[in-house]
């Protein structure tokens, strides 16, 4: 239990996908732009993340080495497709905006490095783990970068039509916030942000690891 | 339990049992899901439809080969996705121009007169807050009412672009000229869109 709370943790913080590990930052940075296409991308994310973290590690002993990429890529790009189906069904706005970015996450760096780094040599509980914990950690992120974006940028945030927060008509957002550059400072920040928060963890660790030692001497 | 060696029929067998496995959860998904996406993607399209051509009572999808070849040669390199006759001569044109962040694609409604009765944006992937102007602006999509499809390309002279917008807003336009350049073609075969 404590091995899988250490594994899911990690892709929250010290291993998070965006802010640490810095791979599949070309969707985010593209849907990043509205605080409803985020949640459901993360959501997305999360999932196909999970199930395909979990077939390969339940099968990894069953896939030969040579032909592990051609597997990994069958059963990512079956529940993406799977995704991308339902989303069209039930929530057409979201996926009109997300558009090419859902089919895409087939080839998110994310998915695959987690199936090749962590999957493939692990056991199944550890790899949902993984899955769960990365997944979440990329959630947390894109969906912080699309607030601060939708808010900065257009002065109010919607969610499936209804306006949960809304300035006043005074209110003229900086367009940039909306555009790339924009989603580039702003991540930068949020990477900085990361950073310190890492380091006020790793230093607090060594503290209470230098304390336990010392009391064990003593 | 050791990995499985690389053998060329493991290799094979791994392949295929995978590629089987999934293809037919996704023709489960499919079959789920088909019904409900057809019917999403026919209440946007009558949604628009309704929005430019009000007066009508339904809208029936042309079907002519001959008419659609027809069309697409009118407009040109807008792609024409879809024509749909609402009774009276009158008809939609739902036309798929290039905006700045790929085709949008829009409903444009001309009557029996040739004059365009409407435009409305169906789905697009603008850069939120610029590009998504074209929706929003005030008098924008408006100012396309009234053009007379018999003469679209005088009629364009007087187009007004949103600043800031310059792509996503000849999008419209070509959108429109290409809607006008349809009607103009299918009635001068014999008046109005044929079933």
Same mark, same amino acid.
């Given at each position: 239990?404590?091995?899988?709370?250490?594994?899911?943790?990690?892709?929250? &913080?010290?291993?998070?996908?965006?802010? =640490?590990? @810095?791979?599949?930052? /070309?969707?985010?940075?593209?849907?990043?732009?509205?605080?409803?296409? &985020?949640?459901?991308?993360?959501? &997305?994310? %999360?999932?196909?993340?999970? @199930?395909?973290?979990?077939?390969?590690?339940?099968?990894?002993?069953?896939?030969?080495?040579?032909?592990?990429?051609?597997?990994?890529? =069958?059963?990512?790009?079956?529940?993406?497709?799977?995704?991308?189906?339902? %989303?069209?069904?039930?929530?057409?706005?979201?996926?009109?905006? !997300? +558009?090419?970015?859902?089919?895409?996450?087939?080839?998110? /760096?994310?998915?695959? +490095?987690?199936?090749?780094?962590?999957?493939?040599?692990?056991?199944?509980?550890?790899?949902?783990?993984?899955?769960?914990? %990365?997944?979440?950690?990329?959630?947390?992120?894109?969906?912080?970068? &699309?607030?601060?974006?939708?808010?900065? $940028?257009?002065?109010?945030?919607?969610?499936? $039509?209804?306006?949960?927060?809304? !300035?006043?008509?005074?209110?003229? $957002?900086?367009?940039i916030a909306l555009l790339f550059p924009g989603a580039f400072i702003i991540f930068g920040f949020m990477v900085a942000g990361a950073k310190w928060l890492n380091g006020r963890l790793e230093s607090r660790r060594i503290q209470a690891e230098a304390c336990a030692t010392r009391e064990a001497s003593a | 339990m050791a990995r499985m060696p690389s053998t060329p029929l493991r290799m094979i067998l791994a392949v295929i049992i995978t590629s089987v496995v999934s293809a037919s959860s996704l023709a489960f998904t499919y079959q789920l899901t088909r019904d409900r996406i057809m019917e999403q993607e026919r209440l946007a399209r009558e949604e628009a439809l309704r929005e430019v051509l009000p007066q009508a009572d339904e809208f029936v999808e042309v079907e002519d080969e001959d008419t659609l070849t027809t069309a697409q040669d009118a407009a040109g390199e807008t792609p024409v996705e879809g024509l749909f006759d609402a009774g009276n001569g009158a008809f939609g044109v739902l036309v798929a121009p290039r905006g700045y962040g790929g085709p949008m694609r829009m409903v444009i409604g001309v009557d029996r007169d040739g004059k365009v009765t409407g435009v409305s944006i169906v789905t697009q992937n603008e850069t939120p807050g610029l590009g998504t102007k074209i929706m929003t602006e005030p008098g924008f999509l408006d100012q396309f009412a009234g053009w007379d499809a018999s003469d679209i390309d005088g009629a364009a002279g007087g187009f007004d672009a949103i600043s800031g917008a310059t792509r996503s807003s000849n999008g419209v336009r070509a959108g429109v000229l290409a809607a006008g350049h349809v009607w103009a073609a299918l009635s001068g075969e014999g008046g109005g869109a044929e079933r």
């Open positions: 239990m404590r091995e899988w709370i250490a594994v899911f943790r990690r892709g929250l &913080a010290v291993d998070n996908p965006l802010t =640490v590990l @810095m791979i599949g930052l /070309c969707a985010t940075l593209a849907v990043s732009t509205k605080f409803e296409g &985020a949640l459901f991308m993360g959501m &997305a994310v %999360m999932f196909v993340l999970t @199930m395909s973290s979990t077939i390969i590690a339940a099968l990894r002993d069953f896939i030969p080495e040579k032909v592990r990429i051609p597997v990994f890529i =069958v059963v990512i790009a079956s529940f993406v497709t799977i995704v991308d189906l339902t %989303m069209h069904a039930f929530i057409p706005t979201v996926y009109t905006f !997300l +558009g090419v970015w859902i089919p895409l996450i087939v080839v998110n /760096c994310i998915i695959l +490095g987690r199936a090749e780094g962590f999957a493939y040599h692990n056991r199944v509980h550890l790899a949902v783990a993984d899955g769960l914990g %990365m997944g979440l950690g990329f959630a947390f992120v894109i969906v912080l970068l &699309a607030t601060i974006r939708e808010f900065v $940028g257009s002065g109010e945030i919607v969610f499936l $039509g209804s306006t949960l927060v809304r !300035l006043g008509d005074w209110y003229r $957002g900086p367009g | -």
